[in-house]
């Protein structure tokens, strides 16, 4: 069998042994909508539209009922007659806010800020891998690397309806991060290296010193602030 993949994230990255992940498989039938028939925890960042409040670029600002679908990051919102619409200016956006917690889409995932210091933030990414199997047994003329593949998996449209019954299995990650500006490093001793480099031996001795479970959202936390003079 082989599979052709559509991924919200287009690099390959190593998963870190923190990463939390769900897996299953589902069977779409024919005029189907494929979001539709994800788990609701796993196809969104919210099981459900919740109260947010918008923060634009240019220092404006909306609330409403909103959620991100994990497929494309899409920014989803319910007007006032209850249709679920898209956010049309998802460039313009700076982040989102659910009970005083700061969400933004950064490198094509959507991010959790756990703490912030200026440019410099420690998050938790969510990302939605989704596999499809066709019965071509291989014999596919274009490899696994042609940009044809590339091409379409990126023109992937979460919301069509298919046309013949399809198995897809997905993944569902969670791990931790380290954001500059628009940049995203693993959270890991090395990368909190490079966002301050001035204070490489300090981190290893707090590490050491506090026996820092830096595979923890609490054991990163703590390092972060202690890097951001906190």
Known sequence: MKKFLFVILFSVLVLP???QVKSG??????????????????AY?????VDMTLNYLDGRF???????????????????????????NPAQVKNLVHNDTIYRVVSNSVVKVLSEDDSRQLAQRVRLKLSEESADAGYSSLPPTSTAVSSSVRSYDPSRNIDTKT?????HEVDYVLIDGDKIYPARLSSFNRLFPDRK????AYV??????????????ALFDFCAGR
């Open 17 to 19: 042994l923190s990463a």
């Open 25 to 42: 498989t589902i069977s779409v039938s024919a005029r189907e909508n494929v979001v539709n028939k994800l788990p609701k925890d796993v």
């Open 45 to 49: 960042v919210f099981p459900d539209f």
């Open 62 to 88: 909306s609330k409403g009922r909103l959620n991100v679908r994990l497929l494309d990051n899409f920014i989803l919102y319910i007007d006032t007659k209850g249709d679920t619409l898209v956010l049309s």
């Open 167 to 171: 198995e897809y299995s997905y993944r």
């Open 201 to 204: 031996k300090a981190i290893k």
């Open 208 to 221: 050491r010193d506090n026996a820092l479970d830096l595979e923890t959202a609490s054991g990163l936390t």
